[in-house]
């Protein structure tokens, strides 16, 4: 069992940016916050790379610890950020296009989830997991995934549909 060198780590990171990107993406909402999460956990990857001890694995492994990275980023915006009410209404300015409205529209309806729930509908949807592949990133069992991804859907669905918010 040989460890992954630095150099192979390099590679994987940069064969596989795009997917942390919008990981990390679908957490922050912002590219800058996005980027920093995911240099973070680019960083803790390699503090720890000695951890990781089969190259099959490196995607899972990494995947879990941008996940973590950006929870972690939301736990510490949330206590510190101070929501500027005219900042968010700029942010959102309507731009007019139905395109643009539906965007706008699935991540007010990811907003309804937790942070931890968003990850069932990224990798699902986003990122194209399959039920098993998320079972075994998750460590949790495929039928708890599978009830967890569609009651988040079903609450994002009657959100698409009423525009209501069902806690």
């Known amino acids: 069992m040989k460890h992954i060198s630095k150099r192979e780590y390099a590679q994987l990171i940069t064969e596989n940016r795009q997917r942390f990107y919008r990981i990390a993406y679908s957490y922050a909402r912002n590219e800058h916050d996005a980027l920093d ?46 929501c500027d009410a005219d900042a968010i209404e700029r942010e959102s300015g309507a731009s007019g296009s139905a395109a643009d409205e539906t965007y706008m529209d699935l ?53 698409m549909e009423g525009g209501k918010r069902h806690d």
């Open 107 to 159: 991540y007010a309806a990811m907003d309804l989830l937790k942070p931890e729930e968003r990850i069932y509908i990224v990798l699902k949807y986003f990122e194209e997991y399959s039920f098993r592949d998320m079972a075994v990133l998750l460590e949790l069992p495929e039928s708890t995934i599978k009830s967890r991804t569609y009651e988040c859907l079903k609450r994002m669905r009657l959100y």
């Open 37 to 82: 999460i995911v240099s973070e956990a680019t960083y803790k990857g390699l503090k720890n790379l000695k951890n990781l001890r089969e190259h099959e694995y490196f995607l899972t492994w990494m995947t879990r610890i941008v996940i973590n990275t950006a929870l972690d980023d939301l736990r510490k915006r949330a206590r510190t950020e101070v």
